[in-house]
């Protein structure tokens, strides 16, 4: 499980419409997920076709169930993304949550992370709420693993402040791959506000340049239908 429902399970969202998957594309998985799909009478309502070639390309496919007491859910299936590993090192790092005997499966907090850093500006303020409940669910007990993810992955300059001055020591030594925490050790926050602004903009022009190849071939497939 990863999306919205993802960030609810880890603290950072209260609500979502919708349902996001990742799968290991295989015959057997596509089997399994085509007659789970089928019980919910979920219909394809876009492009791409629920095909194993376009998940594999990176294409997410989206369906909708008609149950009347699904409401509509949007499911939307991807197995390819880009910024994370592949789904084998991902089910690797994968985080379990128990719900009423059901055992449900998530990208780690670290992947779903690294699959929301995109272009749109609605997953960045998730983002960071994922990195500060993190923060929240371990603040008292610090370990070193939790304070080099907190300090690598927060966007938000006043909880990264906040950050850098409880951990000044771990923000010295990150500091060379992430320049911004240095100019928080001197003080410069005016600076560090335009460093995290670039940052953010790298990030978004690689995710404009890994979608456009699929967003073309969107298009195609729509002028063909």
């Not at 996001?20 to 394809?44: H, M, P, R, Y």
């Not at 009423?100 to 929301?116: C, P, Q, T, V, Y």
């Amino acid at each position: 499980m990863m999306g919205g429902q993802a960030c609810v399970l880890y603290g950072a969202a209260e609500f979502s419409r919708d349902l996001d998957l990742a799968i290991q594309v295989d015959e057997e998985n596509l089997f399994s997920l085509g007659k789970a799909l089928a019980e919910l009478n979920a219909t394809v309502i876009a492009v791409p076709p629920f095909e194993r070639k376009y998940l594999e390309r990176g294409h997410a496919v989206h369906f909708r169930s008609h149950l009347p007491e699904m409401h509509r859910l949007r499911i939307d299936i991807m197995t390819r993304m880009r910024g994370v590993d592949s789904f084998e090192i991902l089910w690797e790092r994968r985080t379990s949550f128990t719900i009423e005997n059901l055992e449900l499966d998530l990208l780690s907090i670290g992947d779903l992370i690294a699959a929301k850093r995109t272009q749109r500006d609605k997953d960045w303020p998730m983002t960071n709420r994922l990195v500060e409940a993190h923060y929240l669910a371990n603040a008292e007990k610090p370990d070193e693993p939790s304070i080099r993810f907190w300090l690598t992955e927060s966007f938000d300059l006043s909880f990264l402040s906040s950050l850098v001055e409880r951990f000044p020591v771990q923000s010295g030594e990150l500091s060379e791959s992430r320049p911004v925490l240095a100019t928080l050790l001197q003080k410069q926050t005016e600076r560090a506000r335009t460093q995290l602004q670039e940052e953010r903009r790298s990030i978004e022009l690689a995710d404009e340049a890994y979608w456009a190849p699929l967003i073309k071939e969107l298009h195609q497939l729509r002028t063909k239908t």
